[in-house]
């Protein structure tokens, strides 16, 4: 079996400070206000296409929107004090130790992953890692998924794609794999059933009994 991962609100806890992060890029361009739960359903949206996503019905610039969130990321980042979810770490190595395939699909930028993974002392775990600037179309579109397929030759009926949003769900499927939800990360209940994932588990863990 193979296993396709999203990274933030799947692998890593980093919802602190990107929702800060959000916040801060919102009141620094004097945009309305949004919600905790509408800032986290831009957790998974490319940087790039987050500022439409957010506020669909306003005139504003995506690159002024992703600019000015990646500034304020580098300067909250700093204090920031982010972990892997319970029970990835010894998961993953499991997994890796019965020869199972591991990548990830994200909508962070390649070099952000990499310094994620080194941290982690994961970054040789995995025989692809694709970002937000790998691809030309970002999730829920499923070309992060098949991108992976294609390189490495797997097959779509053998590979798991994992997420804790409805855009992770939705590339999987789009992509032919099976999918699974984690219920634990950024994205609400309600919108991970409605995007149908084949499986839905509360802990990471259990993903290894799948």
Do not use: Q
Request: hydrophobic share 40%; charged share 25%; proline share 3%.
């Amino acid at each position: 079996m193979n296993y396709i991962f999203d990274f933030d609100g799947t692998l890593m806890d980093t919802s602190g400070v990107i929702l800060a992060t959000i916040k801060a890029t919102i009141k620094e361009m004097g945009l309305p206000e949004k919600t905790e739960e509408e800032c986290r359903s831009i957790i998974g949206i490319r940087t790039d296409e987050a500022g439409k996503y957010l506020y669909p019905d306003l005139d504003i610039s995506n690159a002024d929107f992703a600019r000015t969130f990646r500034a304020n990321y580098e300067r909250l980042k700093k204090g920031a004090h982010e972990n892997a979810f319970p029970g990835v770490i010894e998961t993953l190595g499991e997994l890796r130790a019965a020869g199972c395939g591991l990548a990830i699909a994200s909508s962070r930028r390649l070099a952000s992953l990499n310094d994620y993974l080194t941290g982690l002392g994961i970054d040789n775990w995995f025989a692809m890692v694709v970002g937000a600037d790998n691809v030309s179309k970002g999730k829920p579109d499923p070309e992060p998924v098949l991108t992976i397929l294609k390189a490495l030759g797997w097959e779509a009926a053998d590979t798991l794609v994992v997420g804790d949003a409805d855009v992770d769900i939705l590339m999987g499927n789009g992509a032919g794999c099976k999918t699974c939800a984690v219920t634990y990360g950024n994205g609400s209940i309600n919108s991970l059933k409605a995007a149908s994932p084949d499986y839905m588990v509360s802990d990471f863990r259990s993903i290894a009994e799948l």
